[in-house]
Nanobody, 126 residues
């Protein structure tokens, strides 16, 4: 049974950093495309970052490029979202996701991802 469990959300001031974790079970990190999405109140779910199996490719939303990274630790079957230089507009509910497939338009097709975490809140104050 595939399960994703997130942790690490919280409140931080603008300019600060947070690191979200997503512990995977039921599959090996190296076999899936792993992603982070976020959803702010009244908004759609948007892709933030993705990493392909074996870390051979990463992609980021333009709004987070240069500030966020998506490292992974295959030994712990965990992947992360390292968020630096946070802005108030980064405030949202963040979800980790996994899927066996991938397409280049992944960020606008969250429905393609079969497995999801429960979500963790990130709040950035100005």
């Amino acid at each position: 049974q595939v399960q994703l469990v997130e942790s690490g959300g919280g409140s931080v001031q603008a300019g600060g950093s947070l690191k979200l974790s997503c512990l995977a079970s039921g599959f090996a990190n190296s076999s899936m495309s792993l992603a982070w999405f976020r959803q702010a109140p009244g908004m759609g779910r948007e892709g933030v970052a993705v990493i392909l199996p074996a870390g051979r490719y990463t992609d980021y939303a333009d709004s987070v490029e240069g500030r966020f990274t998506i490292p992974q630790d295959n030994a712990k079957n965990t992947f992360y979202l390292q968020m630096n230089s946070l802005k108030p507009e980064d405030s949202a509910l963040y979800y980790c996701a996994a899927d066996r497939s991938f397409r280049t338009t992944w960020a606008s097709h969250h429905e393609d991802f079969d497995y999801w975490g429960q979500g963790t809140q990130v709040t950035v104050s100005s």
